[in-house]
C-alpha cells in the first residue's frame, strides 16, 4: 500500500481505453462491476432507467451525483474531472 | 472543476417546500400523502424525494412505480435490519425512476446492502462514528463492495473513495455522502439551515487547533474530520483500516491494469 492516500486527477482517457481496461479487469474475475468502473472512470457502467432531464444531476463536487442528468437510455457513465464533480460523459 | 461543481442544493421539508419556486431543491417526505403529491407534481428544481419511514407501504411504492415524470427517489431506511425485506418492493419502481437507497452502518445493515446489490439499486452507507460491531460490518462491506461479482451499482462511500484513490477525482467523505453543508443545505420546517456552510472547514480547524489525530493523519485528506463528529474523541484506529483496504485496492487495481499492459494514470 502507499504512503500517499491520494493522487492528481487521472487524465481522461478514451472510450475505447476505457473499455478495454474495463474488459481486462472484468476478465481477471477478482473485482466487482461497481468496483472496476469507480477504478477506470469513476463511475458506474451501468445499466439505467430511462434518462431524465432534471434528474439528481451529476454537477457538485463528490458523492452527491448519483444520477445522471441527461443523456440517452442505456448505460449510464459518469466521468469526474478536477475537483471532484460528476460530469455527464455523454 | 466544472463550471457547475460549486452549486449547492437544499433538502426541505415537504410543508416548506410547498413554497418554494426556485431550485434546485430535494423534498424531504415522510407521508404517503406528501409522497403522492410531490411524485404527481413537481415544478421545475425539484431533484428528487427524500422518503423516509414509507419502505413498507406497499401503495405508496405502486404509486411510485407509475408517473409521468420519472422524479429520483433516495429511499432512507432507518432500520436497516427491521426495514431490509420491504426492499423487494422497489424493483418495479426502480424501473420506472431512479432510486437510491440511504442507510445507516447499523447492525444487520448487510442484509439490506446484499438485497439493494442484488437489485443494482444505488446505495449510500452512512458510517457515523462506527463501534466495534458496525465497524467489523463495514469491513464486510467494503470487501463484498469490492470483489462481489452480485455489486454492479455504488455503494458509497467506498465507490467515490475508490475512484479518488485512483486519481479519479477528489472529494471529502462530507461530499461523497452529502453531508457538506456548503453543498447539501439542509433546512428546518421554516427554510433556516441546520448547518452553517463553513461547517466542516470550522470543524477541521477546531480539531487541528485542538491538537486530535487528525494532523499527521495520511487519510486527512479524504476524512476531512468526517469520523470526528459529533465526539472528537472518536478512536479512529478502525476506520484507518477501512481506507486502507480501500487504498490497497486502489494499489492493486493499478498492478493489474499495468501487469497486463492497459494504459493507467501515471
Known amino acids: ?90 | 472543476m466544472t463550471e457547475e461543481s460549486g452549486e449547492s442544493i437544499a433538502f426541505l421539508p415537504a410543508s416548506f417546500a410547498e413554497n418554494c419556486s426556485e431550485g434546485p431543491f430535494i423534498v424531504i417526505v415522510r407521508e404517503r400523502e406528501e409522497f403522492s403529491r410531490w411524485l404527481g407534481d413537481a415544478p421545475p428544481g425539484v431533484e428528487g424525494l427524500e422518503v423516509h419511514g414509507l419502505v413498507g407501504d406497499s401503495e405508496a411504492w405502486g404509486l411510485a412505480a407509475q408517473g409521468r415524470v420519472p422524479l429520483p427517489l433516495d429511499v432512507v431506511l432507518d432500520d436497516p435490519r427491521a426495514e431490509f425485506s420491504a426492499l423487494y418492493r422497489l424493483v418495479d419502481v426502480s424501473i420506472a425512476r431512479p432510486v437510491r437507497i440511504t442507510m445507516p452502518a447499523r447492525p444487520g445493515f448487510m442484509k439490506a446492502l446484499r438485497l439493494a446489490a442484488a437489485l443494482r439499486i444505488p446505495v449510500r452507507l452512512l458510517p457515523g462514528q462506527p463501534d466495534e460491531e458496525a465497524l467489523a460490518g463495514l469491513m464486510e462491506a467494503a470487501q463484498f463492495y469490492l470483489h462481489d461479482a452480485m455489486v454492479e451499482a455504488p455503494v458509497e462511500f467506498f465507490h467515490s473513495v475508490l475512484a479518488s484513490f485512483r486519481g479519479l477525482g477528489s472529494g471529502t467523505l462530507w461530499t461523497f455522502l452529502e453531508q457538506d453543508p456548503a453543498i447539501f443545505s439542509r433546512r428546518d420546517a421554516t427554510g433556516g439551515v441546520l448547518q452553517a456552510p463553513d461547517f466542516v472547514e470550522t470543524h477541521l480547524d477546531r480539531l487541528l487547533s485542538n491538537g486530535a489525530e487528525c494532523g499527521p493523519c495520511v487519510w486527512r485528506r479524504t476524512c476531512a474530520g468526517y469520523f470526528k463528529w459529533p465526539d472528537p474523541n472518536y478512536d479512529c484506529a478502525g476506520v484507518k483500516q477501512l481506507f486502507a483496504i480501500l487504498q490497497s485496492a486502489a494499489d492493486e487495481i493499478t498492478l493489474d491494469l499495468a501487469g497486463g499492459e492497459i494504459p493507467s494514470p501515471p
Open chain 1, 1 to 90: 500500500m502507499s504512503d500517499t492516500p491520494s493522487k492528481e486527477n487521472e487524465p481522461l482517457a478514451g472510450d475505447d481505453e476505457l473499455q478495454d481496461r474495463r474488459r481486462f479487469l472484468q476478465g481477471m474475475g477478482k473485482w466487482s462491476g461497481a468496483a472496476i468502473g469507480a477504478a477506470v472512470a469513476g463511475a458506474w457502467f451501468g445499466g439505467a432507467p430511462e434518462a431524465r432531464a432534471g434528474a439528481w444531476v451529476n454537477r457538485r463536487v463528490g458523492g452527491g451525483a448519483w444520477i445522471n442528468g441527461g443523456g440517452g437510455g442505456g448505460a449510464w457513465v459518469n466521468r469526474r474531472v478536477g475537483g471532484g464533480a460528476w460530469i455527464n460523459r455523454r
